[in-house]
Structure formats: structure tokens, C-alpha cells
């Protein structure tokens, strides 16, 4: 089921049981990744050009930061939320909107997976939004 993303150049829907992707980049010169993908230069080294390649990034990670927003500038922004920081498996460190209620945190050091949440856009529609969430265990094996 392909979904309308609010920021398809920042993420994508995989197939289940992936989460989606993240849209990132790697420098060719010294091999740093980095999110969100820009082309300006390398946030390591500041080689520019060509050497700046797009890259997929699992949508997984660790949490590493978290915070309760309690009053937000843009009233379209519903207060309470939680935004998180989360260091992705491969590599990048992301601050994302957590999908978590604000009485019930996710522990520093949980790990955490890419969702898709269905958002309202600017005009109305319904769109699907990247957020984190607390990663379910993986089932016992008898």
C-alpha cells in the first residue's frame, strides 16, 4: 500500500515488514553520512560536488535524548508532543517526532523504529508523516 508522504524527499514507505527509509547522504571522500540530505558540502570534511551521494538509511535507531514540548510558537501544532533524538543505526544522529504520548516516555537507550503517522496536510488532506516509536521486542522462540 503506497501512501502520500508530507516530505517524500526526506523518507520513503518500504515494503512490510521494513520500516520506511530515510533519504540521506554519503561522502564519497571520507565516508561520513549525514541526514537531512543537502548539497552544500560535507559536514566532516567539506568535499562538495560529486562526491556527495544519496543513500539510504534504516529507520531504526537508539534514543538518545527526549523532550516534552508543552507550548509550541505554531498553533497548527498541537501542544503536548515529544521530540526525540535519535541515533540511527546507521550512523546519522535525527531529531524526530516521537509517536509516543507525553505521560508515557520511552527510557534513554530504547530502541526505536521509523513509522509512518497519518497528519493532516496544509491544505486538509490526510498524509502520512515521519515519526519514531518505541521498537515492539522481537517474539520469543521456543
Known amino acids: 500500500m503506497t501512501r502520500s508522504l508530507l516530505k517524500p524527499a526526506l523518507y520513503q514507505e518500504e515494503s512490510a515488514p521494513r520500516p520506511p527509509s530515510l533519504r540521506g547522504m554519503r561522502c564519497d571522500a571520507c565516508g561520513y553520512v549525514f541526514f537531512p540530505p543537502q548539497n552544500l558540502g560535507c559536514e566532516q570534511c567539506g568535499t562538495t560536488g560529486s562526491a556527495l551521494r544519496p543513500c539510504q538509511l534504516v529507520g531504526s535507531g537508539t534514543l538518545m535524548a527526549r523532550v516534552t514540548v508543552h507550548l509550541h510558537a505554531k498553533p ?67
Do not use: C, K, N
Not at 81 to 87: L, Q
Open 76 to 142: 497548527e501544532r498541537p501542544a503536548p508532543f515529544v521530540i526525540g533524538t535519535v541515533r540511527l543505526d546507521d550512523g546519522p544522529v535525527v531529531r524526530m517526532l516521537l509517536d509516543a504520548p507525553p505521560d508515557t516516555l520511552p527510557p534513554i537507550g530504547s530502541p526505536m523504529v521509523a513509522v509512518l503517522s497519518p497528519v493532516a496536510s496544509e491544505e486538509g488532506s490526510r498524509v502520512h508523516d515521519l515519526r519514531f516509536s518505541l521498537a515492539q521486542p522481537a517474539p520469543l522462540q521456543e
